[in-house]
């Protein structure tokens, strides 16, 4: 073909792509904070962490604090949870997890308290596994906080936490 | 199929502004002069009901806000100061409360209608398009309207529906923390979804102009499912047929809706959304809003996050794909013998999935809503497109005017 030669490039065309450019990374620019203001702000990431006294919990019993907006399960596991807990085959679960990854003490589960499904606060000692029973779209979870059946992904989210002393953790 | 404006403005001052801007013109070619097919019922008089109810929304929205608190720890008092304290507070709350049911009761008679009779099938496309976009519209600010009284039901409504985008993979997470503002629902959830609430019904108003702007590109569909094609014999004016019509609908769709306000008001509520929202307790049993119930059935069937949030929102944009599905040629369920029988088990469809969506989801009520789940999109994606191949139609009427006559045969000949 004839005509193939008509394109070469101008100083003009590349004025153009310059331009063009230039108003890109500037509306990218001033775009971004708009986006970026609906993030958590300094005031929300501020209250990232929180200290619990957990001495008071009885064996059995479940202690719910609020962390970041959310509720977190303390749970004081008996003998015969530990145990049902620990011996249940892995590989069979949903959200393959062993108990001992998830836990600092046995005796101790620290979960945060959102369902893994749409995030409604699952209830304690109720389901098929006594462990939490999500009402809204009933997930069965564990004494461990593990998905066993229903419709949630995953395991409840275990937080960043540490044992301050034998009777305080800090969640964050 | 829009006329020629005939408006000449009788006095000078009114001549003198219609040369420098013929806004006067445009509203009477479009709501005077404007021809409408002869044959319309009266499932044509639902946009007038929605333009209305819009109206009515925006009015008793913005007085609303003139005495609520968009804060956590002021928004649910505030709604009780409207409910106590407030001169007719507790009418104009109830007012938009209910109002936003009865738009929604309008909303899907309108799309009903417009499924019934082929209403969005060529040259009306777009059109249709315009009008999903607007649903789309009407449940954002609707969901986003329900969260703001900061009721339990608020709080755990706006929970579970914020949390169906985490199930988006890989930024799912980022995405509903950047929604958020934060770790969960909290003050600035409340906060922006107030200022979005104040947005979108400006920006339905604006979408609402753009469907009535189509509408009158390409006229309206009527009853029988045939093209105007002689507007002296096919078409009355607007004004005072329709307009006396659609005046008399609204009548008796505002009396349906004062009962709710004045004898009913709480019925479509939850009692649970007078309790002040709590994070840290979950109600025993969520539901949505009633208009939502079909989709949230929808979303519990399918036994996985993702799957079932695709499902819903599939269910919607689907939709937009219907005047493509559609392969029929014959508009009007009229003369659709089969159609007609699907449609109306597509409408029962519709209302069961409604009642399950309100039910606790298990045993029986996850069977029954996934077998109604596949009839929902089976009606869509296999029998819209089969039946126009393999249905049998009734002979349709030459032109508008005919369909009327052979309807009132003895009255016509008459004349």
């Given at each position: 073909m004839a005509s193939a030669s008509t394109t070469e490039p101008t100083r003009r065309d590349m004025l153009y792509i310059a331009t063009g450019a230039a108003a890109a990374v500037g509306v990218g620019?001033?775009?971004?904070?708009?986006?970026?203001?609906?993030?958590?702000?300094?005031?929300?990431?501020?209250?990232?962490?929180?200290?619990?006294?957990?001495?008071?919990?009885?064996?059995?019993?479940?202690?719910?604090?609020?962390?970041?907006?959310?509720?977190?399960?303390?749970r004081h596991r008996t003998a015969k949870e530990i145990a049902d807990v620990q011996a249940v085959k892995v590989d069979t679960l949903p959200d393959p997890q062993a108990d001992s990854a998830r836990v600092k003490k046995p005796e101790w589960l620290v979960v945060v308290g959102v369902c893994t499904h749409l995030g409604c606060v699952p209830l304690g000692h109720q389901?098929?596994?006594?462990?939490?029973?999500?009402?809204?779209?009933?997930?069965?979870?564990?004494?461990?906080?593990?998905?066993?059946?229903?419709?949630?992904?995953?395991?409840?989210?275990?937080?960043?936490?540490?044992?301050?002393?034998?009777?305080?953790?800090?969640?964050? | 199929m829009s006329g020629h404006s005939t408006y000449v403005p009788s006095s000078a001052i009114g001549r003198w502004f219609e040369s420098r801007l013929p806004i006067m013109g445009l509203m009477h070619s479009s709501f005077v002069?404007?021809?409408?097919?002869?044959?319309?019922?009266?499932?044509?008089?639902?946009?007038?009901?929605?333009?209305?109810?819009?109206?009515?929304?925006?009015?008793?929205?913005?007085?609303?806000v003139m005495h609520y608190t968009p804060h956590v720890d002021y928004a649910f008092n505030s709604i009780e100061?409207?409910?106590?304290?407030?001169?007719?507070?507790?009418?104009?709350?109830?007012?938009?409360?209910?109002?936003?049911?009865?738009?929604?009761?309008?909303?899907?008679?309108?799309?009903?209608r417009g499924l019934y009779y082929g209403s969005y099938k060529a040259p009306r496309e777009v059109l249709w398009i315009l009008g999903v976009i607007i649903y789309l519209l009407m449940m954002a600010t609707g969901f986003m309207g329900y969260v703001l009284p900061w009721g339990q039901m608020s709080f755990w409504g706006a929970t579970v529906i914020t949390n169906l985008f985490s199930a988006i993979p890989l930024v799912g997470d980022a995405i509903t923390t950047w929604l958020w503002g934060g770790y969960s629902v909290d003050n600035p959830t409340l906060n922006r979804f107030f200022s979005l609430h104040y947005l979108l019904p400006f920006m339905i108003a604006?979408?609402?102009?753009?469907?009535?702007?189509?509408?009158?590109v390409v006229g309206q569909n009527n009853p029988a499912g045939v093209e105007v094609k002689n507007i002296e014999r096919d078409t009355i004016?607007?004004?005072?047929?329709?307009?006396?019509?659609?005046?008399?609908?609204?009548?008796?769709?505002?009396?349906?809706?004062?009962?709710?306000?004045?004898?009913?008001?709480?019925?479509?509520?939850?009692?649970?959304?007078?309790?002040?929202?709590?994070?840290?307790?979950?109600?025993?049993?969520?539901?949505?809003?009633?208009?939502?119930?079909?989709?949230?059935?929808?979303?519990?069937?399918?036994?996985?996050?993702?799957?079932?949030?695709?499902?819903?929102?599939?269910?919607?944009a689907i939709l937009a794909f219907l005047p493509w599905l559609d392969t029929s040629r014959v508009k009007s369920a009229a003369f659709r013998p089969v159609y007609k029988v699907f449609f109306w088990v597509f409408v029962m469809a519709c209302?069961?999935?409604?009642?399950?969506?309100?039910?606790?989801?298990?045993?029986?009520?996850?069977?029954?809503?996934?077998?109604?789940?596949?009839?929902?999109?089976?009606?869509?994606?296999?029998i819209m497109p089969l039946l126009g191949l393999f249905e049998k139609t009734k002979p349709v009427p030459a032109t508008i005017a005919d369909a009327v006559l052979a309807k009132n045969g003895a009255t016509a000949s008459a004349h």
């Open positions: 620019a001033a775009v971004w904070p708009l986006i970026s203001q609906m993030n958590p702000d300094a005031s929300t990431l501020a209250l990232a962490s929180t200290e619990v006294d957990i001495s008071s919990i009885p064996e059995g019993g479940i202690l719910t604090v609020k962390w970041r907006g959310k509720p977190v399960f303390v389901g098929a596994h006594d462990g939490w029973f999500c009402p809204c779209h009933g997930s069965d979870y564990d004494a461990s906080g593990r998905i066993r059946s229903g419709p949630a992904p995953r395991n409840l989210e275990v937080p960043a936490y540490t044992f301050v002393s034998d009777t305080k953790i800090q969640i964050g | 002069a404007y021809p409408v097919p002869r044959n319309l019922n009266y499932w044509w008089t639902f946009g007038a009901i929605l333009s209305f109810m819009l109206v009515a929304q925006i009015v008793t929205g913005i007085i609303l100061h409207i409910m106590r304290d407030v001169n007719w507070g507790w009418m104009i709350r109830y007012a938009h409360a209910n109002g936003a049911s009865m738009f929604f009761v309008a909303v899907y008679i309108h799309m009903l604006a979408v609402v102009g753009l469907h009535v702007w189509a509408l009158h004016p607007f004004t005072p047929y329709a307009t006396l019509k659609d005046a008399f609908g609204l009548v008796l769709f505002l009396i349906f809706y004062s009962w709710f306000i004045f004898y009913t008001p709480n019925f479509l509520g939850h009692a649970d959304n007078y309790i002040e929202a709590n994070p840290l307790v979950t109600p025993a049993h969520i539901v949505p809003e009633w208009y939502y119930l079909p989709f949230y059935a929808i979303l519990r069937a399918i036994p996985s996050k993702l799957g079932g949030v695709v499902a819903m929102f599939g269910a919607i209302l069961g999935l409604g009642y399950l969506g309100s039910q606790p989801p298990d045993g029986g009520y996850v069977i029954a809503a996934r077998i109604l789940t596949a009839y929902y999109f089976g009606f869509f994606i296999i």
